[in-house]
């Protein structure tokens, strides 16, 4: 095996810091770099930067290699979050996670790297990367570990990312990498999964949103026009969200098809034009399932987009493959709501048309196309065709 210059970046987690290890393990010569990328709140108990940093040096200390910590705020804040702000003013979901690996992760730190004189770049995700040797181009495969593939988040890295990136625990499932890590005395064995906004961390979403968004309150309707609520600002509100809506004392009997008194509300619809939240009741309400998509903003990991025919995607992370049929939208084709999303000249879209149809398909999100275990790339959710 040929030995590289690798630089992993070290988070302060279990899965780069075996990542780490076992990079070093095969002889590489490996350096660590921690990414600062949130600086607004530093002090506040929900940005554990600093609390991760130690996790990470001390993981440095136990595999045995140098670790540099790097400040790429300026570029999260200008590249990832100020369009994560621009995408809930509009009333859609974003995922700042997929946009942080693209702008962040695969673009700061690895050109970073490569001036450091790394020769690849690794990190702890659950995706693998293979080369087809007959067609050249360099492939996104799942990781191994179904429950914690990450592919999704990844599909926008492109060829040249691809090839100098390596994803050493995509091979592993995670009860592997917890026993390998608790094997070498690790001491971030044990520690947890991080969640909640990609270096943001953990906290009351609706309030750090309010930070920063501004809020227009207004009705909260049911399907027959009724005002049930008040709303507090459509930004602060997703398809498909249950939790929150402060209607749940609301109780009718025989309410909308197939509803109850007890059944629960589920946010259906957002009118941004005159500012009216539409919930309905019931999670299989036909407000609430879409049997085609519309997505724009596209990128293709696999290095071009793929002919039309049959394959698998997610419009969510955590959901299962759903088979359906692919098509690009040409110029023509492209619906209004598609034709705005579009960022530029050079973007395209596509079309999915589900055998099943899909729950609380959410403009903003993602759909990302898949043919067997190989991600192919995919785009930003625009408009979706429900059944009411």
Not at 262 to 269: E, G, I, L, S
Not at 333 to 361: K, P, R
Request: aromatic share 8%; charged share 20%.
């Amino acid at each position: 095996m040929k030995h590289h210059r690798i630089v992993v970046g070290l988070s302060g987690g279990v899965d780069s810091a075996v990542t780490a290890h076992l990079l070093k393990k095969q002889g590489h010569e490996v350096v660590g770099i921690f990414m600062k990328n949130w600086e607004d709140d530093d002090d506040s108990e929900f940005c554990a930067a600093n609390i991760d940093f130690v996790d990470a040096a001390a993981v440095a200390d136990v595999v045995g290699i140098e670790i540099e910590h790097v400040n790429f705020a300026a570029d999260y804040k200008d590249r990832v979050f100020a369009e994560f702000l621009r995408e809930y003013q509009a009333g859609r979901t974003p995922n700042p996670d997929i946009l942080c690996n693209a702008e962040i992760k695969f673009k700061s730190f690895l050109d970073h790297a490569m001036q450091v004189g790394a020769d690849k770049i690794a990190t702890g995700h659950y995706a693998r990367v293979r080369l087809n040797e007959a067609t050249g181009l360099h492939e996104l495969l799942k990781g191994l570990d179904n429950s914690k593939d990450q592919s999704y988040f990844l599909h926008r890295l492109n060829q040249a990312q691809l090839s100098k990136t390596l994803f050493p625990v995509g091979e592993l499932l995670k009860t592997q990498v917890r026993q390998i890590a608790e094997e070498i005395g690790l001491p971030n064995a044990k520690k947890k999964d991080s969640t909640g906004i990609c270096f943001i961390g953990e906290r009351p979403f609706r309030d750090f949103l309010n930070r920063y968004i501004s809020k227009e309150p207004g009705p909260i309707k049911d399907p027959s026009g009724r005002t049930i609520g008040k709303h507090v600002g459509l930004s602060f509100y997703t398809l498909g969200q249950r939790q929150g809506l402060g209607i749940g004392g609301i109780k009718e009997k025989g309410a909308q098809r197939g509803g109850g008194e007890h059944t629960p509300w589920f946010v259906a619809r957002k009118d941004m034009a005159q500012n009216i939240l539409w919930v309905v009741q019931g999670h299989d309400h036909p407000w609430l399932l879409s049997a085609q998509l519309d997505a724009a903003d596209v990128s293709w990991c696999s290095g071009a987009a793929p002919v039309a025919g049959r394959y698998a995607a997610k419009t969510r992370y955590r959901q299962a493959d759903a088979a359906c049929a692919f098509q690009v939208l040409q110029a023509s084709t492209i619906s209004s709501a598609v034709s705005s999303a579009l960022s530029s000249a050079t973007s395209s879209a596509f079309s999915l048309a589900f055998d099943e149809n899909q729950w609380a398909v959410t403009p903003g999100q993602s759909a990302v196309v898949y043919d067997g275990e190989v991600c192919l790339g995919g785009g930003v959710i625009s408009s979706a065709v429900t059944l009411g």
